[in-house]
């Protein structure tokens, strides 16, 4: 029996693993019942449980009536419950899912215990007229009242007297002064570590210092040789599990790169991607050669959602996704955050 992630023990569970996929989030509607669904009326796939499974000595079986009210997402939804679902399959009007039976697997119950639940419904209706009727009675004796509210709070009062004058302050050269320095002087600017502030002959702005990359080679025989120092701007794409840079200049820069277009191939040194295209997007990842290279991918335009807008990316040649040849961002607005990590690429 093929299994796909944690066991299925209830209608719940199914309901449970089918909701965490973006598409069927977005695109489904999903319901348990007790026998025959009815009939979807909005442009949604509609996906229907059977609240208790059909059992063996070994296995519980499951049947899912799916009904598509004109979404064009059908065949996307289906892909996604027989990737999800264990042994997911078809049987003309409906489909099943089936999974081993355990002592954990809720199943119809019997008579006895069916006998026992109306016992329980019968005293909880019991208490619930007992309630009723006390409260009737309350009604026609009459109760306290409740408290009144406290007041509204008082005006505000005056504006507080001018504090002292602080002490002049020293000149400081405006090219070499670090952000953390200079408290009063921020204007709205984001402090980085690495950050100095310069005035551009109109106001004072952040310049970022690179920091910089020593490459160190071991001899055969003792201490080890420093080479020549390469500046390097310190960012997510370097990979500084050896020392080395990557050209250029370390790629994965905090660039921002805007597609318009229905392809885009990820240069080295992109490191965000904006999509804004008015259709479906691939967007092709670059070479992975080393470990951080990191890259976002946003749509920016806000209809991922629609299958006609669907934003692709996939690896170069043979290079996987968290195992996939290519991952989809399916929903407005959404983004995918991609990191290279031991031959593949990592979604974050």
Known sequence: MKQSGKMILSSADILRVLG?????RQEARLSIVDDRPGIGLDEYVYIYVQRYPAVDEFEATWKIWVQDGGSDVLDLVLAAMTRLL???????????????????TVVEPGPEEQFTAKDEIDARFKLLSEELLKRVNQLKDGVDGIDGLDGLPGAPGGPGRDGKDGKDGRDLDATEVELFDLKDAEQGILLERGQVLTWDGEKWTN??????VTSITGGGSGGGNVGSGENCDVHDGGD?????AIAPSCSGLTSTVLVD???YQVLVSDFYIG???DGN????MPAGQNNGLKYVVKDERGEAGNPSHYITIQGLNSDLVDSESSVVIGYNYGSLTLIWRDNAWRIV
Request: proline fraction near 7%; charge should be negative.
């Open 86 to 104: 264990p042994n997911f399959d078809y049987h003309k009007k409906y489909y099943s899912t089936t999974d081993f039976k355990t002592a954990d």
């Open 275 to 277: 999509v804004n295209y």
């Open 240 to 244: 500084f599990d050896t020392g080395v």
């Open 281 to 284: 997007v691939t967007i092709t």
């Open 207 to 212: 310049l970022y210092i690179p920091r910089q």
């Open 20 to 24: 965490g996929d973006p598409i069927i």
């Open 261 to 263: 277009t229905s392809s």
